[in-house]
């Protein structure tokens, strides 16, 4: 279940994967299979190379792509989902879903 983001935040995450960007949202999540994770952060990428190329730089494996929709994304959370954060300087979602 997602919680924090409007349907607007959620469009335009879309429409940016669609373009072929490397694209961010983070929004607040339940999941009773990882139960310490209250955030998640959906990195994806229309362009499934790219989308591989650029979760390398973070040793992220091509087979965790969920490729179940239109929009391929890698999902992270923990401290993997913050140490990225802070490394492509996605600022606001940091402080929005206090990761720091």
Known sequence: MAFGINRQELKMWKDCVIK???C???HYWQDA????????TKVGCYDIEKLIQWGQRYDLKPEWIDQRNTYPHFDLFGE?????LIKEKQWEQLKRFRLL
């Open 20 to 22: 072929g960007n490397i």
């Open 24 to 26: 961010f949202l983070t």
């Open 33 to 40: 299979r990882f139960p310490h994770a209250y955030t998640v």
């Open 80 to 84: 993997r989902q913050r140490d990225i």
